[in-house]
């Protein structure tokens, strides 16, 4: 379907013109239409499907057809982090360049002159407000943010803005809005804590479910089976045979990052290293260099896995496996992308094992498995209990006739209790 064929504003088509946008992807099919028709939207979705545009477009359409009221916010969109809110507006500004449509990233880790900024966009009425929700709703708190005209309320990401603990914060600016605001929810997945703020929020909401995506044919995919102490010797390796150029490494902790940002700045190349610890100002520099190619390695938690947008990652690591499967397409998705080629490789201890089994049910096929390197000495054998979630392991023998023995002798120890207990009730 061409968007010319469901948004009506001819400004907003020319903006799409200019940007090469001319087919819709099934998300924004799916969606544009009965956010026109003022419905509310629960819509399931990965990041790369075109999400963004799906719910920007048709809020910027109807503003653009006017009717809303003039120096008052009309839009609030929340996002989990700083990067996506920043990249949400950019995104922002690219649709309406024809247009008076005016908006405003708000989020934290800024100097005094940027919150100035923040705070006189949100007291004039920016139409549009793009936040993290700490942020907001520290600026609700001041007293000078008004939300009781906002037509629209999108969250963006929501698992994982739950997952980063915002619920209460989410429930908290949204009963400053009015009841009848169109509200539209975006999830990567949809698990129980979703659905339950979906039936608070939403009016009977259409419900947009897309198959979660499989990575591009063009990433090369492989794991190594290894105990945790040959990771960082892995990697080295591999850096070795092939010098980086742009590489993400994703680890599963801030405390894990730091450690493997000083160990890998001893080899020959630029690493930074990203996670919450850094002020916005330090992140943007971070990614900044990257951009550049003065940085060949970033190590990074999960807050790189969504909200990027560099075209020409040529490897991803998963240091750590990610929890959920779908974590790791996210991960691996910032590789390959514009029809470049890719590799992404995953590090799987023995405890791990039981999460690249969901990972490769979510895939419908097997990771290739790599040889660890024989200078790192004998990798574990991958577990056969593959859903256990290492803790299937075998008991010995002995342990295993000495539980069978205890517990043969319990039914008697038990009875003797019982008897002695009915014998002091009837005595009563």
């Not at 009965?34 to 979705?45: F, M, T």
């Not at 680890?251 to 450690?259: D, F, R, T």
């Amino acid at each position: 379907m061409r968007f010319d064929e469901i948004l009506t504003n001819d400004e907003v088509l020319d903006g799409l013109w200019d940007m090469h946008f001319d087919e819709c992807t099934p998300i924004q099919e799916h969606t544009i239409p009965p956010v026109l028709e003022g419905h509310d939207i629960l819509a399931c979705a990965q990041t790369g499907t075109g999400k963004t545009a799906a719910y920007l477009l048709p809020v910027i359409n109807e503003l653009a057809e006017g009717g809303f009221p003039e120096n008052a916010v009309n839009c609030v969109v929340m996002a989990p982090t700083r990067e996506l809110a920043q990249q949400i507006d950019r995104q922002l500004q690219g649709f309406a360049y024809f247009m008076p449509v005016s908006s405003i990233a708000v989020y934290g880790g800024t100097d005094g002159h940027t919150y100035e900024q923040q705070r006189k966009s949100l007291k004039m009425g920016a139409d549009v407000v793009i936040a993290t929700p700490g942020r907001l709703l520290a600026h609700l708190s001041m007293g000078y943010v008004d939300l009781s005209k906002v037509s629209f309320f999108i969250l963006d990401e929501a698992d994982r803005m739950l997952d980063m603990g915002f619920y209460e914060d989410i429930m908290q600016i949204f009963s400053h809005l009015p009841k009848e605001v169109q509200v539209m929810m975006f999830s990567a997945t949809m698990p129980p804590k979703i659905q339950q703020m979906a039936r608070k929020i939403l009016k009977n909401p259409v419900e947009i479910k897309l198959a979660v995506s499989k990575p591009a044919d063009k990433i090369k995919q492989s794991a190594y089976i290894c105990y945790e102490t040959q990771k960082t010797g892995i990697l080295k390796k591999l850096f070795k045979d092939e010098p980086p150029k742009r590489v993400i490494v994703f680890s599963g902790s801030k405390l894990k990052v730091k450690q493997l940002a000083r160990e890998f700045r001893k080899l020959p190349f630029k690493v930074s290293e990203m996670h919450s610890d850094l002020d916005q100002q330090q992140r943007d520099n971070v990614m900044l260099d990257f951009k550049a190619g003065k940085t060949q390695v970033i190590i990074a938690t999960d807050i790189l896995s969504r909200g990027i947008d560099i075209d020409d990652i040529e490897m991803v690591v998963n240091y750590d496996v990610p929890h959920d499967p779908e974590d790791y397409i996210h991960r691996i998705g910032r590789t390959a992308r514009a029809d470049r080629d890719g590799r992404a490789v995953t590090f799987i201890s023995p405890e791990e094992n039981f999460r690249l089994r969901r990972i490769e049910r979510l895939l419908e096929k097997e990771v290739p498995r790599e040889p660890v390197p024989a200078e790192l000495g004998e990798a574990p054998k991958e577990n056969a209990n593959k859903e256990t979630g290492g803790k299937g392991r075998r008991r010995n023998p002995a342990a295993r006739n000495r539980n069978r023995k205890r517990n043969s002798q319990t039914p008697r120890s038990s009875s003797k209790a019982k008897s002695r207990t009915s014998e002091a009730k009837s005595t009563k």
